[in-house]
Structure formats: structure tokens, C-alpha cells
């Protein structure tokens, strides 16, 4: 089975300073990560991915996450949040072969002015 | 360029009715899912198919049905609501033939079943 957690309700941070948001998961295999965000009253958005080569990944809108394979987790970070970066961020993993993607609950990100 | 296109964005049901949620897509994508959010639960997946007559159960599909006759279409149906039910609904699709292709999802489906 495959599952992803994310261990924190909600993330709090100041406009202007780092943010990140964990994830950590659970498969067998070799692991498809994503991240989306969801605003609200509205669908999920892609972020970005890891598949397979380097660990750094970068996608929409500033972000970027680190594969880290001993640690099993794919933390979405930020260098500089945005009040507009608050919103709902949820990981997901696959494995090759398998059509199901596992979500996470949830991280709420709350960014202060 | 519609995308994922999700209806009604509201409905209200009583206990026992039974409704269908349709879902669309205009990307010629052979991989369509539907999902369920609830509050602190994240997303779980109720049924998905990989192309026309083909589907097959996710993790939560009991009190659902799904059929896929067209690429574009996989409507969810609730042969029987139940407060339990009441959830906010997200169609999802992707390109089949790329295994490590993201989602793209629809705009939601809000369900009150009373």
C-alpha cells in the first residue's frame, strides 16, 4: 500500500520569510511525488513533481521540494512566502504500474502580512 | 480550453434520492478518476478508469457507480444518498499514456445529503 502524511494541521509563517510544508511517504517501490495547492471553493493545481534524477525540483509560482530517498519525504519549501501563497497544499505519491494516487490530509498555509 | 468540466457545482439531496454527477474532459485523456474531500481526511479516490469500458474501484467506492463509455465522459452515480455522502466531489483526468503525468482537476462538485 502506499500512503503519504502530512503531520502538520496548519502552517503559519510571515510574509516575506521561508516557508515549507513536510511530507513524508510510504510505498514499495520507487516513489511518483506531487504537490498541488487548492484555493478555495476551488479544484487542486499542480505544483510540481519528482520522478526520477535530481532531488531539487522546481516548479510553479517560486516553489520547490527536495526528494530525500533515506528520509522518505518530499518537503515543499519556498525561500520568500506571499500573503497569495495562503491556501491548502496537499502531497500525493504514486508507484509505476500503479494508476492510484495517495493523497495526504492536507496542510492549511496561513501567510501573515 | 475548458479542461475538466464538473456539474451541477451545488446539490442538495434528500436521504434515498438518487442523482449523477457528470464529469468531462476535452484533453483526449484516457485516465479519469473521482475523488472525495472531507475535512482533515484529505482526498480518496471512489473509482477511477484508465479508457472507455474500462473501470475499476479505488478506496472508498461503496454507495457508487461509475461507467466510462466515451473517452469524455465519467459521471459518478449515487444510486441511493446518504448522509454520509455528503462531501465535496473532484473529477480528475490525465494522459494514460504517461505514467508519471499529473492530474488535472475539475472545479468540485459540492453534495449535502440531508
Known amino acids: 500500500a502506499q500512503s503519504v502524511a502530512q503531520p502538520e494541521d496548519q502552517v503559519n509563517v510571515a510574509e516575506g520569510n521561508p516557508l515549507t510544508v513536510k511530507c513524508t511517504y510510504s510505498?514499495?517501490?520507487?516513489?511518483?511525488l506531487f504537490w498541488y495547492v487548492q484555493y478555495p471553493n476551488r479544484g487542486l493545481q499542480f505544483l510540481l513533481k519528482?520522478?526520477?534524477?535530481?532531488?531539487l525540483v522546481k516548479g510553479s509560482y517560486g516553489f520547490e521540494a527536495e526528494f530525500n530517498k533515506s528520509q522518505t519525504s518530499f518537503h515543499l519549501k519556498k525561500p520568500s512566502a506571499l500573503v497569495s501563497d495562503s491556501a491548502l497544499y496537499f502531497c500525493?505519491?504514486?508507484?509505476?504500474?500503479?494508476?492510484?494516487?495517495?493523497f495526504g490530509k492536507g496542510n492549511q498555509v496561513v501567510v501573515i502580512p | 480550453n475548458a479542461g475538466v468540466t464538473q456539474t451541477p457545482k451545488f446539490q442538495v439531496l434528500k436521504t434515498g434520492q438518487s442523482m449523477t454527477l457528470q464529469c468531462a474532459q476535452d484533453?483526449?485523456?484516457?485516465?479519469m478518476s473521482w475523488y472525495r474531500q472531507d475535512p482533515g481526511m484529505g482526498l480518496r479516490l471512489i473509482h477511477y478508469?484508465?479508457?472507455?469500458?474500462?473501470?475499476d474501484q479505488g478506496e472508498v467506492p461503496n454507495g457508487y457507480n461509475v461507467s466510462r463509455s466515451t473517452t469524455e465522459d465519467f459521471p459518478l452515480r449515487l444510486l441511493s444518498a446518504a448522509p454520509s455522502q455528503t462531501s465535496v466531489y473532484f473529477c480528475?483526468?490525465?494522459?494514460?499514456?504517461?505514467?508519471?503525468?499529473?492530474?488535472?482537476f475539475g472545479e468540485g462538485s459540492r453534495l449535502t445529503v440531508l
Open positions: 500525493a505519491v504514486r508507484v509505476y504500474g500503479n494508476n492510484r494516487l495517495a
Open positions: 484533453m483526449n485523456h484516457e485516465y
Open positions: 519528482y520522478i526520477t534524477g535530481d532531488n
Open positions: 480528475a483526468s490525465r494522459s494514460g499514456t504517461v505514467n508519471t503525468g499529473e492530474l488535472f
Open positions: 510505498v514499495s517501490g520507487n516513489p511518483y
Open positions: 478508469s484508465v479508457g472507455a469500458g474500462i473501470t
